[in-house]
């Protein structure tokens, strides 16, 4: 790649269309390599100064990155505006984890340019189902997995999502704890009343992995409930993402291999890489969040959300990957 050879059957068409105007380098180069998986597929990041190269294996094929040294100007990431959906299952002990309902739903998007958003969608939102009928939006992944969760979620919002990413209480727990857990500054104090009124305090804090779950799942104490709960989720995404901006690409092939050994996906080993590398590329003064409400009403005896002008503004501000 450096010496300026022939790069049509070792990177992805996109990388190589990027690549294809690169200036070559003599003389040696120093790089720094870091090797995982994605859900079985070996997985990349080469860093040589502020050039950074994603590969995928087994034979190592370069499908993104950026690299100024070779006068490259632009990412190769993928394209943009590019959305994900991330699913917390409610899944107990001896339950799949794919066919519980949606604890935790959040639209992730970038937009190419520097920008993106988190969205929460309240999980009683009375919507029709891509499995059919009309029900409570988190019901969709029990009757068709994650998938019909992720079609759900196409139909109502209008938003092309390209895949799913989806963990369970315990899984979540884990990860937080194996990366070291998640700096965050919680805006107010919250006693999270279904873990044993656990304190989550004000201010800056390093979350735990029960703590983190904690905050990521209390609604009955908080005075907007379920739209509070899908917030402080949102919270928790956000705070993840600039710890791993902080901490630099380098670390994305852990991030992957600790996920994959507990959390399921749909999105290919090149999705997942180009998206993640593309969220270090986000400018933190770009990136908004936010929360799909409406009215609440009564299906029979079901408490839901009805779907309002509000939550369909925020789908159309969406559209083109950042909530800024």
Do not use: C
Not at 111 to 135: E, F, I, N, Y
Not at 204 to 225: I, V
Not at 313 to 319: G, V
């Amino acid at each position: 790649m450096y010496a300026g050879g022939d790069l049509t059957h070792t990177s992805s068409p996109s990388a190589a269309a990027a690549l294809k105007a690169r200036k070559s380098v003599s003389g040696p180069v120093t790089a720094t390599a870091k090797i995982g998986s994605w859900m079985g597929t070996p997985v990349a990041v080469v860093t040589a100064g502020d050039d950074v190269t994603l590969a995928v294996g087994p034979t190592w094929k370069v499908v993104g990155g950026w690299w100024p040294s070779l006068g490259v100007t632009k990412p190769s990431l993928g394209g943009g505006p590019r959305w994900v959906l991330a699913i917390g299952s409610d899944a107990r002990k001896g339950q799949p984890l794919e066919r519980t309902r949606a604890d935790v739903l959040q639209v992730i998007g970038i937009d190419g340019k520097g920008g993106g958003g988190v969205m929460g969608m309240a999980r009683d939102l009375w919507v029709p189902l891509s499995t059919g009928g009309k029900g409570k939006i988190n019901s969709a992944m029990v009757a068709g997995g994650p998938k019909a969760q992720v079609s759900t979620v196409k139909q109502v919002t209008g938003l092309p999502v390209k895949g799913y990413v989806v963990l369970g209480f315990t899984g979540f727990k884990k990860i937080v704890d194996e990366q070291g857990g998640i700096p965050i500054v919680i805006p107010k104090t919250v006693v999270a009343s279904h873990a044993k009124n656990m304190v989550i305090k004000a201010g800056a804090q390093t979350l735990s992995g029960a703590q983190a779950l904690a905050y990521a799942r209390e609604r009955k104490t908080l005075p907007d409930g379920d739209f509070g709960r899908s917030r402080h989720q949102g919270e928790v995404i956000l705070a993840a993402a600039v710890k791993a901006k902080l901490a630099g690409p380098i670390a994305i092939p852990a991030a992957l291999t600790s996920f994959s050994k507990v959390g399921k996906s749909n999105l290919t080993a090149e999705q997942i890489l180009t998206f993640t590398a593309g969220l270090h590329q986000l400018s933190p003064l770009k990136v908004g969040r936010g929360v799909a409400k409406g009215a609440f009403g009564w299906a029979g005896k079901q408490s839901i959300v009805i779907l309002g002008a509000e939550a369909r503004s925020l789908f159309a501000e969406f559209r083109d990957g950042n909530l800024s």
